[in-house]
């Protein structure tokens, strides 16, 4: 059974930093891209980036929103995906998901297929 | 506002269909096959439904189905249960660019 555990989330000052990690079982997670979606409380769902296996050179795309301030890497040995988040702002206050998948040509999927259950990260002073 | 635009809600009656609509450009939703359809049911994690247009994950009902006109990706479900009460969002690759738009999402409220 594919599972995705995420952790990590919390209260958080603006400007200052986080960092997530998903923690994926069930599967050979080096296979595989892995992707990260936020919810802002009461919105939808926007995606935030990706990071594709090794085969594909373990190379990163983020959205315009996130891009320069968030990170995401892997250890394939552990089977866990991270996000680091810098220089947080208000409106970065979300559910962060981690999914397994992308939508892109070089990991030749385009869905994310499994999610975890999301891990809150509050920006406050 | 999301990149494709989704009705903010639809109703219907058990045994009904209905059709939620994903309005895009051909940057995206009309330039790729590659449009999915996700169910979020309240506190939940989404859960994907469609992939590709029209095709169904293993487990999902074929009430389910999904088809594409031009820019306007639909996903319509036959037989409304009261398990369908959630949000649904659509989702499209857009190109090697922005990669991923989704949309704002869809209320679907079984009566």
């Known amino acids: 059974e594919v599972q995705l555990v995420e952790s990590g989330g919390g209260l958080v000052q603006p400007g200052r930093s986080l960092r997530l990690s998903c923690t994926a079982s069930?599967?050979?997670?080096?296979?595989?891209?892995m992707s990260w979606v936020r919810q802002a409380p009461g919105k939808g769902l926007e995606w935030v980036g990706f990071i594709r296996s090794k085969a594909y050179g373990g190379t990163t795309e983020y959205a315009a929103s996130v891009k320069g301030r968030f990170t995401i890497s892997r250890d394939d040995s552990k089977s866990i995906a991270y996000l680091q988040m810098n220089s947080l702002k208000t409106e970065d206050t979300a559910v962060y998901y981690c999914?397994?998948?992308?939508?892109?040509?070089?990991?030749?999927?385009?869905?994310?297929?499994?999610w975890g259950q999301g891990t809150l990260v509050t920006v406050s002073s | 506002q999301s990149a494709l635009t989704q009705p903010r809600s639809v109703s219907g009656s058990p045994g009904q269909s209905v059709t939620i609509s994903c309005t895009g450009t051909?940057?995206?939703?009309?330039?790729?096959?590659?449009v999915s359809w996700y169910q979020q049911h309240p506190g939940k994690a989404p859960k994907l439904m469609i992939y590709d247009v029209s095709k169904r994950p293993s487990g999902v009902p074929d009430r389910f189905s999904g088809s594409k006109s031009g820019n306007t990706a639909s996903l319509t479900i036959s037989g409304l249960q009261a398990e369908d009460e959630a949000d649904y969002y659509c989702?499209?690759?857009?190109?090697?660019?922005?990669?991923?738009?989704f949309g704002g999402g869809t209320k679907l409220t079984v009566l």
């Open positions: 999914t397994r998948g992308a939508y892109d040509f070089w990991s030749g999927a385009y869905y994310f297929d499994y």
């Open positions: 051909s940057s995206d939703v009309g330039g790729y096959n590659y």
């Open positions: 989702c499209s690759y857009a190109g090697s660019y922005t990669l991923v738009v």
């Open positions: 069930g599967f050979t997670f080096g296979d595989y891209a």
